[in-house]
């Protein structure tokens, strides 16, 4: 039994993909009514959903080996040579694990829904297989059929459980994304049918295939235009401040979180991989787009009225730094991008969480309304402002070291003349200077003062044991990572080497 358990043959990654949503579908057999019997059950799912996880890569994954691991391929239909392949190595690895630690703590954080419990918590559990299953999949289309599997879930969670204009910013987010999923499907078939009369989806056989300079660059823009959105990189970012001031901020968390991961995820595995010529031209635009928006979504936040619209425009902007390491074809930009996804992932959610807990209590969405917070909830006031200082990229969290690393990749670059890294460089650091202005005044505009002190009967709980056992929970990673980077560094190291030699130094 032992053995079976140890070796590579025992079916780790389906189990870890399949098992959400399968136990989830099971909620349909719990009482309508029981709310404490369905958050209960969906914790307990999501806790052994992320042991197994960590079992599985703790024992069976290998750190300084750049392949595929854990891999798995069943046909799945014969008519076409569909499979169902699965594998991991060191760039889904660490947002595997960091959706399964998100998606925790978010359905933990989900406490408070009373309506529907059960389909609430039954979608965010179809979510998280969607989610690990785009980033284990092997295929492209199986890639494809996990990235679709989770825009129902998000859909329906914004527009039943969301604020006041739910509907406009559902139907706007299902506008964008599902639009953009054409495109990914347009260039999963191209690539998949070019050259030969069988298709080719897996992406082991796809990585060595070679195209003609223009068609390369036609999926290239594909594909970019299906991650772009995701990601989402400006133009295409209108839906994101939409979404998260409406949405329920334990779906923001996972928005936040992972979603937004996901496109980050496919530039780098498919755009990177499979495209490189195409990717080696178009990365001084990615470039020059990244920097844009670092210092567009920096200017545009504090204009924002809306709490959380004001954080999401903070997502906006540190994705900047994502795009800028994927364009830099450095060893270090794709390394700080990789821990950017990771420390993103933890920051934006935790900031998220702490803006729904503080509209728990006061019911005050607009900043102009709120002031003198700090006397009266003074937990939530401290893990606020040791967040916001993460997000603000302080010393000794994860945000400064992943944009330090970031920055090293721009230097190092062979690729660009002096004078161009330079004006990048310097336009970051305007970028950087803006961050701290609207975090900082978001804290005062909540915090300090005297608005709500002077209003009668103002008087509210501070945060309870399961928000301030959440806020560390999150915390405790974004510290350790600040100080030992190099424990998600380690993971990934070997396959950034591995993409890098092959497609740009080869």
């Not at 284990?136 to 890639?143: A, G, K, N």
């Not at 005050?364 to 916001?388: H, Q």
């Amino acid at each position: 039994m032992y053995l079976v358990f140890t070796t590579n043959d025992f079916p780790w990654l389906t189990i870890i993909v399949v098992f959400p949503i399968s136990a989830g579908s099971l909620m349909l057999f719990l009482p309508y009514r029981g709310n404490k019997v369905n958050k209960w059950y969906t914790i307990c799912i999501c806790i052994l959903e992320l042991l197994i996880t960590t079992y599985a890569f703790c024992y069976n994954f290998k750190i300084d080996d750049p392949l595929i691991q854990l891999s798995e391929d069943y046909k799945w239909i014969s008519f076409f040579d569909f499979y169902w392949r699965l594998g991991i190595d060191g760039l889904s690895i660490g947002t595997i694990l960091l959706t399964g630690f998100i998606t925790t703590l978010a359905t933990l954080a989900a406490f408070p829904v009373t309506r529907d419990s059960r389909l609430f918590h039954f979608l965010m559990l179809a979510m998280y297989s969607g989610q690990i299953g785009s980033f284990s999949s092997r295929d492209l289309l199986l890639f494809f059929i996990m990235w679709e599997l989770e825009l129902i879930p998000v859909y329906l969670l914004l527009s039943m459980w969301g604020g006041k204009k739910r509907l406009y910013s559902a139907t706007k987010f299902i506008l964008y994304t599902a639009g953009s999923s054409i495109f990914l499907l347009i260039g999963v078939l191209g690539i998949s049918l070019y050259g030969s009369n069988e298709p080719t989806l897996n992406l082991e056989l796809l990585a060595n295939q070679s195209y003609p300079v223009t068609l390369e660059i036609l999926f290239y823009i594909g594909f970019l235009i299906a991650f772009a959105v995701k990601l989402p990189i400006i133009p295409l970012h209108t839906w994101l401040p939409d979404t998260h001031g409406e949405a329920h901020y334990s779906t923001c968390m996972l928005l936040a979180g992972i979603l937004l991961k996901m496109g980050a995820y496919g530039l780098v595995r498919i755009n990177m991989e499979l495209l490189p010529h195409a990717h080696s031209m178009f990365s001084p635009w990615l470039m020059v787009v990244g920097t844009i928006q670092i210092i567009y979504a920096a200017s545009t936040s504090p204009g924002q009225r809306n709490l959380k619209k004001r954080i999401a425009y903070s997502s906006v902007s540190h994705m900047g730094f994502i795009i800028i390491g994927i364009g830099s074809i450095t060893d270090p930009g794709l390394n700080g991008a990789i821990l950017q996804i990771i420390s993103h992932g933890f920051i934006g959610a935790a900031l998220f969480f702490l803006a729904g807990t503080s509209y728990d209590r006061i019911r005050l969405v607009y900043l102009d309304e709120m002031g003198g917070m700090a006397i009266s909830i003074p937990k939530i006031f401290t893990m606020f402002t040791i967040l916001s200082m993460a997000s603000l990229a302080l010393p000794g969290m994860s945000g400064f070291i992943a944009e330090l690393i970031v920055f090293f990749g721009i230097i190092t670059s062979q690729k660009y003349f002096l004078i161009s890294k330079i004006v990048i460089i310097f336009v970051m650091a305007i970028g950087m200077i803006l961050t701290p202005i609207y975090l900082l005044s978001m804290s005062r505009q909540m915090f300090y003062g005297y608005k709500l002190i002077n209003v009668k009967n103002f008087s509210f709980f501070d945060s309870g044991p399961r928000e301030l056992f959440l806020s560390i929970s999150i915390l405790l990673p974004i510290i350790g990572i600040g100080i030992y980077p190099d424990f998600v560094l380690s993971l990934a190291s070997d396959k950034v080497e591995s993409i890098l030699s092959n497609y740009f130094y080869g």
